[in-house]
């Protein structure tokens, strides 16, 4: 049984930081492209970043670009995202995402989700 579960979110402050974790289980850690999207109240779930099975290649959304950073351990089976300069605009209940293959920005062709960690930033 394939598992997903996000941590490391709560209340910061305009211009804080947060570290989210993605703990996987049930699946070959290494053969899975993992994204974070995310979704706010009344809009729908949008892409964030995503980093491929080795770690060696990431793609961001522009609205995050040079303030996030994904990354992964392995040997761990967890993704990290470290989200710094948070804005207002950045809250929103945070999802990880793991698909098999190659990393992909679409929502749908993602195989399994976490539950979501709220991200509240104030301003």
């Known amino acids: 049984q394939v598992q997903l579960v996000e941590s490391g979110g709560g209340l910061v402050q305009a211009g804080g930081s947060l570290r989210l974790s993605c703990a996987a289980s049930g699946l070959t850690f290494s053969s899975y492209a993992i994204a974070w999207f995310r979704q706010a109240p009344g809009k729908e779930r949008e892409f964030v970043a995503t980093?491929?099975?080795?770690?060696?290649?990431?793609y961001y959304a522009d609205s995050v670009k040079g303030r996030f950073t994904i990354s992964r351990d392995n040997a761990k089976n967890t993704v990290y995202l470290q989200m710094n300069s948070l804005k207002p605009e950045d809250t929103a209940v945070y999802y990880c995402?793991?698909?098999?293959?190659?990393?992909?920005?679409?929502?749908?062709?993602?195989?399994?989700w976490g539950q979501g960690t709220q991200v509240t930033v104030s301003s």
């Open positions: 980093i491929s099975r080795s770690g060696g290649n990431t």
């Open positions: 995402a793991a698909r098999s293959g190659v990393y992909s920005g679409r929502a749908s062709s993602y195989d399994f």
